[in-house]
T-cell receptor, first 111, second 113 residues
Framework: DQQVKQNSPSLRVQEGRISILNCDYTNSMFDYFLWYKKYPAEGPTFLISISSIKDKNEDGRFTVFLNKSAKHLSLHIVPSQPGDSAVYFCAASAGTYKYIFGTGTRLKVLA | ETGVTQTPRHLVMGMTNKKSLKCEQHLGHNAMYWYKQSAKKPLELMFVYSLEERVENNSVPSRFSPECPNSSHLFLHLHTLQPEDSALYLC????????????FGAGTRLSVL
């Protein structure tokens, strides 16, 4: 059973609008979360993280929100740019180096 | 110099071949990881090394044999693989083998015929 789920395999957004990528998890022991971005033929690149002691973390155009009661996190990209088109993975850890990854959401930002 | 470098980028091998994947990190990290990503599946952790000592072997078949000669280099030796082993193999490193950001290489796309 997948402990980390990204239920939307793909998302299309107009340039300049907000992109919202979602991630749900089942293990209440998860306390640290990462988002990665992956371009074709490249490895995943770290984007932003959040600890369970926070409910929001912001870095430029990227903001991650954590709702612990709902076991849900989301990545907001505002404004979206064509260069943001990539596959986005969320990953969760229960306090160790063992991250459980989602299957990814492919974002396409339309110019 | 790119942070984490993997070679080769692509590899095709027969089931009776022996080959090795190489990973090198230039970040001064102490922990290195091998992951497998099969089509439509999430990344699966295979092995973890901390200061050249293996700290995790995630029920990986013995036809995969890791080696970490120093904290900058990691190898994955392959022998008598099966077609279902075809996947993207990713190497990553982090400062320590703790809750930490992991930095990935570009991966080796392996096809087993």
């Amino acid at each position: 059973d997948q402990q980390v789920k990204q239920n939307s395999p793909s998302l299309r957004v107009q340039e300049g609008r907000i992109s919202i990528l979602n991630c749900d998890y089942t293990n209440s022991m998860f306390d640290y979360f990462l988002w990665y971005k992956k371009y074709p033929a490249e490895g995943p690149t770290f984007l932003i993280s959040i600890s369970s002691i926070k409910d929001k973390n912001e870095d430029g155009r990227f903001t991650v929100f954590l709702n612990k009661s709902a076991k849900h996190l989301s990545l907001h990209i505002v404004p979206s740019q064509p260069g943001d088109s990539a596959v986005y993975f969320c990953a969760a850890s229960a306090g160790t180096y063992k991250y459980i990854f989602g299957t990814g959401t492919r974002l396409k930002v339309l110019a | 110099e790119t942070g984490v470098t993997q070679t080769p980028r692509h590899l095709v091998m027969g089931m009776t071949n022996k080959k090795s994947l190489k990973c090198e990190q230039h970040l001064g990290h102490n922990a290195m990881y091998w992951y497998k990503q099969s089509a439509k599946k999430p990344l699966e952790l295979m092995f973890v090394y901390s200061l050249e000592e293996r700290v995790e072997n995630n029920s990986v078949p013995s036809r995969f044999s890791p080696e970490c000669p120093n904290s900058s280099h990691l190898f994955l030796h392959l022998h008598t693989l099966q077609p279902e082993d075809s996947a993207l193999y990713l190497c990553a490193s982090s400062q320590e083998a703790l809750v930490d950001i992991q930095y990935f290489g570009a991966g080796t796309r392996l096809s087993v015929l």
